[in-house]
């Protein structure tokens, strides 16, 4: 897999995530964190986390959205971490 194959598979992330809450009704904000695994079958394996919990109404299908993606030929597994402020954030610090 290239630099440039995986800052598009990040890239379409990104807009899956941005297309999804940009749909749903405002709502206070949170953090969410996505943990993307990547292996040779190019099915990722996607887990999230919330901040604060519970999970908003407008995170509801992202998971859904994100595994339907198309993703890059690795030849081993691959880690991804991505935090998304979501409706402003939570205000906590992300560190």
């Not at 943990?35 to 986390?49: F, H, M």
């Given at each position: 897999m290239s630099s440039r194959e995986l800052s598009r598979y990040i890239a379409a992330i990104g807009r899956a995530v941005g297309d999804h809450v940009a749909g749903a009704a405002r709502a206070p904000g949170c953090d969410l964190r996505l943990?993307?695994?990547?292996?040779?079958?190019?099915?990722?394996?996607?887990?999230?986390?919330v901040r604060p919990a519970p999970v908003p109404a407008a995170i509801d299908g992202v998971l859904t959205r994100v595994e339907a993606l198309a993703a890059p030929v690795v030849r081993g597994p691959v880690g991804l971490r991505l935090v998304f402020a979501v409706h402003g954030g939570s205000g906590d610090d992300l560190g």
């Open positions: 943990e993307v695994q990547l292996d040779a079958r190019r099915r990722p394996s996607v887990s999230l986390g």
